[in-house]
């Protein structure tokens, strides 16, 4: 077996639009399994606690592969609850936390009526969605723990930038890149944009897929000359701080998963009450943003948000469904 062989295939719409799956390597695997220990100087003596679930990339490195790699526990939670949170750090001594901005939001906003001895935790790190910038200031007033925020994609194993917890921090920055990994910022023709421009992050480095499996169109697409194209909009600073600015192409992300409003709408459209659709995100505060669908109806047919929802259902994730739906009487 050679570090260049297969290992795992996550399957992910993040950069096309359509299901397809990420070939990672055992390269990308052992070289992601050093970041906890190398940036966060993770040993053996921490204990992690999981509320993300493994088969999404982040949860799986982070939880999963650093953990072991580094000889640390970690513990396992069924269900998520901000009470059952503060009782395993208190029960379970844990020092560290690597979960999406959901959770980090609702531990700030549980009422401070019961007293937890949360004196083990050290460290925690936000992924998969941005967590709003004024929640940084209020969850460090509280804990006494600043939020290390990190960047990545399933594509790149999937870790490509993370704040240091010993380094400078920047408020709206997700760092530097981690080690082994180069970033750009360039134009629609690829070429590079000067300090502070604003353009496509690209990344290449040990973390970068081997491709698509089954899909050379699909990989061609999103890799160049070794560079992967995240499709996130973003400017670097003179230090190297990456600083997300947008999205390039339509997408809704709803706690840490990508949303492509054409699934959702194709799916909508599917319904024979519905004449027309527009699925977006809608901003909300525990999860980033949620689906909202915009539906034209069929004058001939009557149908209800609750009838749209099961159609919904049956088709797509859970995550993908719509949370709102109005109707309109035609499409902006």
């Avoid at 930038?161 to 990994?181: L, Y």
Wanted: hydrophobic share 45%; glycine share 10%; aromatic share 8%.
């Amino acid at each position: 077996m050679k570090g260049s062989d297969p290992a795992v295939i996550i399957y992910t719409s993040g950069l096309t639009g359509q299901p397809v799956g990420a070939v990672l390597t055992h390269d990308n695997l052992l070289n992601q399994s050093f970041l906890l220990q190398v940036v966060c100087g993770t040993t053996d003596q921490d204990r992690g606690l999981a509320v993300i679930p493994f088969f999404h990339s982040f949860g799986a490195v982070v939880n999963m592969l650093c953990v072991v790699r580094v000889g640390a526990s970690v513990v396992i939670m069924d269900g998520f609850s901000v009470e059952g949170i503060f009782k395993a750090i208190e029960q379970e001594k844990i020092t560290f936390i690597a979960a999406v901005p959901r959770l980090f939001i609702g531990m700030v906003m549980q009422p401070e009526d019961k007293n937890f001895d949360l004196s083990s935790l050290k460290l925690c790190i936000s992924g998969g969605a941005a967590m709003p910038l004024e929640f940084f200031p209020r969850f460090e007033a509280r804990f006494g723990i600043k939020i290390m925020e990190g960047y990545g994609l399933t594509e790149a194993s999937p870790v490509c930038a993370f704040t240091r917890p010993a380094g400078v921090h920047k408020p709206g920055s997700i760092g530097p890149v981690v080690p082994n990994v180069e970033a750009r910022v360039v134009d629609d023709a690829g070429r590079d944009l000067p300090t502070g421009g604003i353009g496509e992050l690209v990344i290449r480095g040990s973390n970068v897929m081997q491709g698509y499996y089954h899909d050379e169109a699909a990989t061609a697409a999103v890799i160049r000359n070794g560079w992967l194209y995240t499709g996130d909009l973003a400017r670097i600073d003179e230090e190297g701080f990456i600083f997300l600015t947008g999205l390039k192409k339509r997408m809704i992300i709803t706690s840490g998963f990508n949303v492509y409003p054409r699934e959702v709408e194709l799916v909508l459209n599917l319904h024979p009450a519905v004449q027309a659709s527009l699925a977006l995100g809608k901003p909300n505060l525990l999860r980033g943003e949620v689906v909202k669908a915009l539906i034209v109806k069929n004058p001939d047919i009557e149908v209800d948000n609750k009838e749209l929802v099961r159609h919904c259902r049956k088709y797509l994730s859970s995550y993908k469904v719509p949370r709102d739906i109005e109707f309109v009487e035609r499409l902006p």
